[in-house]
């Protein structure tokens, strides 16, 4: 990755650097919008809250550890 760069101007770098900041803002929001619709579908099915708590907990540590989607919950 970034080989071709060397032959790109300054404008052309500054379009790839806008496009490429757009598409992450997307993944990224993506993400969040997967995580609270699972958070909620947790609460759906648990009613306890400190059950919630920390299932939300081990969540945002898989996330942060990029471990989220080696993890499957039935």
């Known amino acids: 990755m970034g080989e071709d ?3 790109l101007n300054i404008k052309e770098l500054q379009n790839l650097e806008h496009q490429i ?3 992450l803002k997307h993944v990224r929001s993506r993400k969040n919008q997967l995580m609270y ?3 909620s579908e ?3 099915k648990v ?3 400190w059950l919630i708590l920390f ?3 081990i969540f ?3 996330l942060a550890t990029g471990r989220l989607f080696d993890v499957v919950i039935v």
Request: charged fraction near 25%; glycine fraction near 0%; hydrophobic fraction near 45%.
């Open 5 to 7: 760069l060397d032959s």
């Open 42 to 44: 947790l609460q759906k």
């Open 55 to 57: 299932l939300f907990f």
């Open 60 to 62: 945002c540590v898989l």
């Open 21 to 23: 900041d757009s598409a």
């Open 47 to 49: 009613r306890n809250p």
């Open 37 to 39: 619709e699972s958070i």
